[in-house]
């Protein structure tokens, strides 16, 4: 997915507006079980932290389902914390976005090179 940092706000605000059934039903099903918190950012409801990894576990299976209505909207995460986002952010690709935008060229690394 080509786009430039510039338009990354206005994607972000297209992906939550047209995931709003799917996060929704993420909502519904979050709050049957009271020990998670959901966290918002200006833009609107961006994650959750569980009260423990199961719980986790528990909560991605459902969004995995619920997404497959919505295939770009996805999900970052990390032990207790999930954070919603677009398919196509991940490490690589903000990796990718700053070596265009800054102008570094990829650079290939032996799996025995030393670096010093």
């Known amino acids: 997915m080509e786009t430039g940092t510039s338009e990354w706000p206005a994607k972000h605000a297209e992906l939550f507006h047209s995931a709003k ?6 909502v519904d099903f979050v709050t049957q079980k009271p020990k998670h918190a959901f966290f918002t950012i200006a833009a609107g409801l961006e994650g ?6 199961e719980e986790l576990d528990r909560v991605t299976e459902f969004v995995d389902r619920a997404r497959a209505k919505q295939p770009k909207f996805h ?6 914390y999930l954070r919603f986002c677009h398919a196509y952010y991940h490490k ?3 990796l990718a976005e700053l070596s265009r935008s ?3 060229r990829a650079i290939r ?3 025995r090179a030393i670096i010093i």
């Open 75 to 80: 999900y970052q995460r990390n032990t207790v």
């Open 109 to 111: 690394f032996s799996p």
């Open 102 to 104: 800054w102008r570094f």
């Open 48 to 53: 959750l932290v569980a009260e423990n990894e």
């Open 21 to 26: 059934a799917v996060l929704a039903e993420v």
């Open 92 to 94: 690589g690709a903000a």
